[in-house]
């Protein structure tokens, strides 16, 4: 029979004897840890993301409404149909630290979420793992893994309660213990409330399930849970997401969004794994090293095995969910390389500073990256406008130009956001639909079809990239008249709409 410890000592008893002074080495090294990936995002500083622009309009309505929206009001095509915007919470928040403290807000949130999600990784890997550096270099490589999803979307709670979640399932698979597991309604209740793929985290506790009744049976689906205990946590957890202000609707909404024919076509951040960056790499080493993990067990692990496939799919097919299998191969290999913890570590408060000093090294390291970045509001807004619309969306407001407006796709959200009026179409693949998307794609690229599209012919104003093929043409184009352009837009206004030609701007 495989012991669960494979060396000559408890790892507990080893962390608990360790010097003082080298586990105040081991907290600043944790602290260094959980900084790296917040000073990426500090470095990186990204505002200029498509969506979190629609995202910001939304939270703004809501504060000025004082309601959650349930129909669409911010594009053309979607105006009076019914929406479930099932971000709804994360988008207050974001919109009250944009309003307190402006981009850096942006950054703040993005800063912070990447951090707690660190923290929670390395918390999953070191209660599977009993050596101390094996579980550093883990959740480091798994956190540069996660590297492309580091900007201002409601994403990162998904990851953060995915990565709960699957904690709470190992420790109570592995030790039989059920405290934690009340813990799991409580996060399904807040993660559907703030993004959909709140669906993925009910996918893994149904393996949980399955396993733990397939355990009655068959002697190769070991779990210390017991399936009554699974039961009502799955029952309990469903009913949880329903507190929502859409109550079951996120489920149609989430079949819907799922089911959309072609959408991963039109999307990159749908689209498969590019391979082109380290990150994506680290994704792939850690999915062939918990393969090869399984594999050389001598033993059949039902939950990981089915765990890992169902990952690999999830996030081989789409960039955007690469946390789904970081998550799982981050576990399944530290719970099957090197020194396997045993029990719960129950003497920590021996070392009780350690936990004080990883959280004020960690603030000190994030503050003075803070500081010598200077990541400011000035130096953001000059970063934003070199990617978005932001002077041409001010010379439409300060001439007070009439829509309908005609837009492209990438740009939508911030016009939502800039202009205060609807778009014709934005970043929300499902309200605007593949064949609607399609359209635009091909007038943009002006091709032949272009003169006819009819969101084009009602048009009043036009602003879209200025190197567009369909921004060339217009040029030429008798119905439209060039009012503004600089670097990044140009505007056009239909003849007979006002405004005068200006000259090209800094």
């Known amino acids: 029979m495989e012991t669960n410890v494979r060396c000559g000592c408890s790892p507990a008893a080893e962390e608990l004897e360790l010097p003082r002074g080298e586990k105040v080495a081991q907290a600043l090294l944790l602290a260094v840890l959980f900084a790296a990936p917040t000073l990426l995002c500090l470095y990186a500083a990204i505002v200029n993301d498509p969506d979190i622009w629609w995202h910001l309009r939304c939270g703004d309505w809501m504060l000025q409404h004082h309601a959650i929206p349930r129909v669409d009001s911010f594009s053309t095509f979607g105006a009076g149909k019914p929406w479930v915007d099932y971000s709804w919470l994360y988008e207050l928040l974001v919109q009250k630290l944009y309003l307190r403290l402006g981009l850096v807000g942006l950054v703040a949130y993005t800063s912070g979420m990447v951090l707690a999600i660190t923290v929670a990784l390395h918390h999953l890997i070191k209660r599977l793992q009993g050596d101390f550096n094996l579980a550093v270099v883990l959740t480091f490589v798994a956190s540069l893994a996660l590297e492309r999803l580091y900007s201002p979307r409601p994403w990162h709670f998904t990851i953060l309660f995915f990565v709960l979640v699957v904690d709470i399932l190992m420790h109570a698979r592995r030790t039989g213990e059920t405290r934690e597991l009340f813990w799991l309604p409580v996060i399904f209740g807040l993660w559907a409330n703030l993004h959909i793929q709140f669906v993925d985290g009910l996918l893994v506790l149904g393996l949980a399930l399955v396993e733990a009744v397939a355990g009655r049976w068959w002697s190769a689906a070991r779990t210390r849970l017991q399936l009554g205990w699974m039961v009502a946590a799955m029952v309990a957890s469903i009913a949880a997401t329903l507190v929502n202000p859409y109550g079951w609707h996120v489920y149609r909404t989430a079949y819907e969004l799922a089911s959309q024919p072609g959408v991963m076509d039109h999307i990159a951040e749908l689209q498969s794994i590019p391979f082109r960056f380290l990150s994506d790499y680290c994704v792939l080493f850690l999915t062939l090293g918990a393969a090869a993990v399984l594999a050389w067990r001598r033993e059949v692990k039902v939950f990981e095995t089915a765990f890992l496939v169902l990952a690999a799919y999830l996030s081989f097919r789409s960039r955007r969910d690469v946390w789904v299998v970081v998550t799982a191969a981050s576990a399944i290999v530290a719970a099957g390389v090197g020194t396997a913890v045993s029990a719960p570590r129950e003497r920590w408060s021996k070392h009780w500073f350690a936990g004080p000093i990883t959280a ?102 036009v602003i879209g990239p200025v190197k567009a093929p369909l921004v060339q043409v217009l040029r030429m184009d008798p119905r439209f008249e060039l009012v503004f352009e600089d670097k990044v837009a140009a505007v056009f206004v239909a003849r007979g709409g006002g405004g005068s030609t200006v000259e090209a701007s800094q």
Request: aromatic fraction near 10%; hydrophobic fraction near 40%.
């Open 360 to 461: 004020v090294a960690t603030g000190l390291i994030v503050f003075c990256g803070f500081r010598m970045m200077a990541v400011g509001n000035v130096q953001l807004s000059a970063k934003l406008a070199e990617d978005m619309p932001v002077r041409a969306a001010q010379f439409v407001r300060d001439k007070g130009l009439q829509g309908p407006l005609f837009n492209d796709y990438s740009w939508g959200g911030y016009l939502m956001w800039g202009l205060r009026e609807p778009v014709s179409i934005d970043g929300r693949a499902g309200v605007q639909g593949t064949e609607r998307m399609d359209r635009f794609g091909a007038t943009w690229s002006a091709e032949p079809t272009w003169r006819s599209d009819p969101d084009l012919e009602r048009a009043g104003v």
